[in-house]
């Protein structure tokens, strides 16, 4: 089953002085459950998709379908809504609260759900049960960065936006973090969408989506995908 239909979509943006078209002609399907890795260079317009996807932006032109609602025709209400109920975000910087704790800072994500994930399992998946107590100050940029997954995920999302979520690592930290995911995919069956430069990413996942100038070069289907501890690192 297909969680996105994406088609025809154009993206441009104006000024007084310019014309930038970030998306042409967008055309894509992405199922349910699947790790999807969207690759591509700065400006090729990965990120751009990430937010129309997500309901952050909108499309100049064309349809965003998601489990068959339109929601490029959504009001701000009901993207609001669609983000709280079915979305998660984990970014490069991890917008952790300092003053709350590691558990406290999961638990503001279980409020935003009607049906969150049990906040102690999540913890445990995502290896913090040593870590629960802590404050932000205390922990690695790794450990910190399980935390931002974590909250995201015990809200229980049908989809995880994952903005270079190892940007700020080191390559062991980050396949270790990637790890992280590849156990929530197959734990939750929680669909990923991963924004990457890094071409490595790229083999632990069923699609890859690569990008350039605004446009989709190529999309694989992995037959054979790695194991986070197996990939290369770019």
Same mark, same amino acid.
């Given at each position: 089953?297909?969680?996105?239909?994406?088609?025809?979509?154009?993206?441009?943006?104006?000024?007084?002085?310019?014309?930038?078209?970030?998306?042409?002609?967008?055309?894509?399907?992405?199922?349910?459950?699947?790790?999807?890795?969207?690759?591509?260079?700065?400006?090729?317009?990965?990120?751009?998709?990430?937010?129309?996807?997500?309901?952050?932006?909108?499309?100049?032109?064309?349809?965003?379908?998601?489990?068959?609602?339109?929601?490029?025709?959504?009001?701000?209400?009901?993207?609001?809504?669609?983000?709280?109920?079915?979305?998660?975000?984990?970014?490069?910087?991890?917008? *952790?609260?300092? @003053?709350?704790? &590691?558990?406290?800072?999961? +638990?503001?994500?279980?409020? $935003?759900? !009607?049906?969150?994930?049990?906040?102690?399992?999540?913890?445990?998946?995502?290896?913090?049960?040593?870590?629960?107590?802590?404050?932000?100050?205390?922990?690695?940029?790794?450990?910190?960065?399980?935390?931002?997954?974590?909250?995201? *995920?015990?809200? @229980?999302?049908? &989809?995880?936006?994952?903005? +270079?979520?190892?940007?700020? $690592?080191? !390559?062991?930290?980050?396949?270790?973090?990637?790890?992280?995911?590849?156990?929530?995919?197959?734990?939750?069956?929680?669909?990923?969408?991963?924004?990457?430069?890094?071409?490595?990413?790229?083999?632990?996942?069923?699609?890859?989506?690569?990008?350039?100038?605004?446009?989709?070069?190529?999309?694989?289907?992995?037959?054979?995908?790695?194991?986070?501890?197996?990939?290369?690192?770019?």
């Amino acid at each position: 089953m297909n969680l996105y239909k994406i088609s025809h979509v154009n993206k441009v943006y104006k000024n007084q002085s310019q014309t930038l078209q970030a998306l042409k002609d967008i055309q894509l399907e992405i199922p349910e459950g699947k790790i999807v890795v969207i690759l591509g260079p700065s400006g090729s317009g990965k990120s751009t998709m990430l937010n129309i996807l997500s309901g952050i932006d909108i499309p100049t032109s064309g349809e965003v379908l998601f489990q068959n609602k339109q929601i490029d025709h959504m009001s701000d209400l009901e993207l609001t809504d669609y983000r709280r109920q079915y979305i998660g975000f984990i970014f490069q910087s991890y917008n *952790l609260i300092s @003053n709350l704790t &590691v558990s406290e800072n999961i +638990e503001l994500g279980s409020h $935003l759900s !009607e049906q969150p994930l049990d906040m102690n399992e999540i913890i445990k998946t995502v290896g913090l049960e040593h870590h629960k107590h802590k404050y932000p100050y205390q922990l690695s940029g790794g450990q910190m960065q399980r935390v931002s997954i974590a909250r995201a *995920l015990v809200k @229980n999302p049908k &989809v995880l936006f994952c903005d +270079e979520p190892t940007g700020a $690592l080191d !390559e062991k930290t980050g396949k270790d973090i990637l790890k992280a995911l590849q156990d929530i995919n197959e734990k939750y069956h929680t669909t990923m969408m991963i924004v990457t430069h890094n071409p490595s990413i790229a083999e632990m996942a069923d699609i890859v989506v690569r990008m350039n100038s605004g446009e989709i070069v190529e999309e694989i289907h992995n037959v054979k995908k790695k194991h986070a501890e197996d990939l290369g690192w770019a």
